[in-house]
């Protein structure tokens, strides 16, 4: 399967969930790199690093976005490794030079090259990602939903500051679902009844649930549509800005919804916007915005970090959620807010509301 892919090039979905993880790791370098001691990027399924016709692979879009914030990297003195492997002995011999080439050319830089199942080398990564002051990103491409069993996403959950992204076949698991149901802890009845479009939320709460014993991880994902197929790409993370970075990236792929790659026709879910009469926004946006006001109005001592979380836990961003601070900003119910890191983590949040009675 893995020679199909890379001698016959990638495909279209390829291609989207490559983009999307280019995007994230280019929005979310710079907040591992100020924040924290050291920063891991584990690759466990990692291919050659390219496919037939030259598209770059996960690892060279892993070097790609570390080459893109060079200076940063250059200004601080976190350490970066790049640990990639995979179980092919010819694509890790190809993999192996191209990293003889990127070691010359980013010499910061720590690559570590497997070549091992990778269920021998997690035990290992998880100690490596444990130690203190370490942030990362493990990316399991393909045949990663099958690798994350609820043992491994358990000790993911609990490593802090561990971002996952995996990749998962929705429509295997509508066809199979007595193997795959109990990977997800999902009954084969829930996955019959639901929709097949839908079968991909489904997983993401699954695992959203079982993030609950620890507040600060969070659960979403994206819908790569091919034809009647569906695929969707997983993620986890310990820390809302690392959800709003991922969402930022689907929102550039998917305008409209920020939330699955097919094209949908020009007008669907699209309504008159309350704030432009020219400007198109989507019913999604309209929606989120409505729920958002009435939030802001219902709830005095409502803080700006609820506001930041009910944004990026609705699955949007704070330029969505401007025009209703706007407004309600002109018309003098609540303080100016800002959707920052200061914001997310600042130990004694504002109160929004200016006033405590609005009518
Ligand atoms: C879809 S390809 C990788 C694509 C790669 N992420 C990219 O963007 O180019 C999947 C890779 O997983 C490797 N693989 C499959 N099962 C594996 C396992 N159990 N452990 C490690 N590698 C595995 C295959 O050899 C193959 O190179």
């Not at 016709?53 to 990297?73: E, F």
């Not at 080398?121 to 609820?150: C, E, H, M």
């Amino acid at each position: 399967m893995s020679k199909d892919l890379h001698e016959e090039g990638f495909t279209e979905q390829t291609k989207v969930k490559l983009e999307l993880f280019s995007r994230y790791l280019r929005n979310a370098l710079p907040v591992f790199f100020q924040q924290f001691k050291r920063f891991v990027v584990a690759d466990l399924f990692a291919g050659p690093g390219e496919d037939r016709n030259g598209h770059d692979g996960s690892p060279a879009i892993i070097v790609s976005a570390l080459r893109y914030h060079q200076d940063l990297l250059s200004q601080t003195n976190v350490e970066v490794v790049v640990f990639l492997n995979d179980k092919d002995g010819s694509d890790c011999a190809k993999l192996r030079a191209k990293v003889n080439v990127w070691e010359v050319e980013l010499p910061k830089i720590k690559f570590i090259v497997q070549n091992e199942d990778a269920a021998n080398v997690f035990p290992i990564l998880t100690n490596v990602l444990r130690a203190p002051g370490t942030a990362s990103l493990v990316f399991l491409d393909q045949y990663g939903v099958k690798f994350v069993t609820p043992e491994r996403f358990k000790t993911m959950v609990e490593t802090s500051f561990c971002d996952l992204m995996f990749f998962v076949a929705s429509s295997y698991v509508k066809r199979f679902p007595e193997e795959f149901g109990p990977l997800f802890g999902i009954t084969v009845e829930e996955i019959g009844s639901t929709a097949h479009e839908a079968i991909h939320r489904l997983i993401c709460e699954s695992y959203e649930t079982r993030t609950q014993q620890n507040s600060n991880a969070h659960v979403t994902g994206f819908t790569i549509n091919k034809g009647k197929s569906i695929y969707g790409l997983v993620f986890m993370t310990h820390h809302l800005l690392g959800l709003q970075k991922f969402l930022d990236a689907c929102w550039k792929i998917d305008p409209d919804e920020g939330a699955s790659s097919k094209g949908d026709s020009a007008d669907d879910g699209l309504s008159l916007s309350l704030f432009g009469e020219s400007e198109l926004v989507p019913e999604k946006v309209l929606s989120f915005r409505r729920d958002l006001k009435d939030l802001i109005l219902k709830t005095p001592k409502l803080t700006e970090r609820d506001v930041v979380k009910f944004t990026i836990k609705s699955g949007m961003l704070g330029k969505h959620a401007r025009p209703i601070i706007d407004e309600l900003l002109k018309k003098g119910f609540i303080h100016d807010m800002s959707f920052t890191l200061k914001t997310v983590d600042s130990r004694d949040p504002k109160i929004l509301r200016k006033v405590t009675t609005i009518g």
